[in-house]
T-cell receptor, first 111, second 113 residues
Framework: GENVEQHPSTLSVQEGDSAVIKCTYS??????FPWYKQELGKGPQLIID?????GEKKDQRIAVTLNKTAKHFSLHITETQPEDSAVYFC??????????FGSGTRLLVRP | KAGVTQTPRYLIKTRGQQVTLSCSPI?????VSWYQQTPGQGLQFLFE???????NKGNFPGRFSGRQFSNSRSEMNVSTLELGDSALYLC????????????FGSGTRLTVV
């Protein structure tokens, strides 16, 4: 079945710097890759997603890139702000339409 | 519009008991999925329901079960609770086929003592 690996597990950046979180997946049939942000006491919130027919997608300060050949996808956050501090999860939809999550990255943005 | 509503928010149960958690999806959403979130295992898929039918199932023992009603509300039940069942149980809904654009609820925090 699908396996999603996510790195790093924790990431600390200075406010205004960029943050990059990377994920790899194993099932070449996976074709949908969402990213979720989870704040304390809340459920994960979808922040951006990308489909396998697209290489890059951007929404204001966040962007996601996908390399289908290498089975890599990454989340890029520019001009980080303290409110970006949260746990971020990548995920891949496997061939049976289940969403498989990475283990999460705890992002801390230092003011 | 209202989001995904999960009740109760917190629950404390004793080993061996059973528990039922409830999830009301976003109005119009017909797909409801359940996940277990623990610090050690992350987000693990339990099952998905679509139009009252279980469409997908994860690798959990038969003590974990669920159902969906005609109004798309879903319940999950855990019988013979074990200490290891302590977790945050999350419900997510979507309006289409599969987990496109999942919206999660805030979860039910289950503690088994």
């Amino acid at each position: 079945g699908e396996n999603v690996e996510q790195h790093p597990s924790t990431l600390s950046v200075q406010e205004g710097d960029s943050a990059v979180i990377k994920c790899t997946y194993s099932d070449s049939a996976s074709n949908y890759f969402p990213w979720y942000k989870q704040e304390l006491g809340k459920g994960p919130q979808l922040i951006i997603d990308i489909r396998s027919n697209v290489g890059e997608k951007k929404d204001q300060r966040i962007a996601v890139t996908l390399n289908k050949t290498a089975k890599h996808f990454s989340l890029h956050i520019t001009e980080t702000q303290p409110e970006d501090s949260a746990v971020y999860f990548c995920a891949a939809r496997d061939s049976s339409y289940k969403l498989i999550f990475g283990s999460g990255t705890r992002l801390l943005v230092r003011p | 519009k209202a989001g995904v509503t999960q009740t109760p928010r917190y629950l404390i149960k004793t080993r061996g008991q059973q528990v039922t958690l409830s999830c009301s999806p976003i109005s119009g959403h017909r797909s409801v999925s359940w996940y277990q979130q623990t610090p050690g295992q992350g987000l693990q898929f339990l099952f998905e329901y679509f139009s009252e039918t279980q469409r997908n199932k994860g690798n959990f023992p038969g003590r974990f079960s669920g159902r969906q009603f005609s109004n798309s509300r879903s319940e999950m039940n855990v019988s013979t609770l074990e200490l290891g069942d302590s977790a945050l149980y999350l419900c997510a809904s979507s309006d289409g086929w599969g987990p496109n654009g999942y919206t999660f609820g805030s979860g039910t925090r289950l503690t088994v003592v």
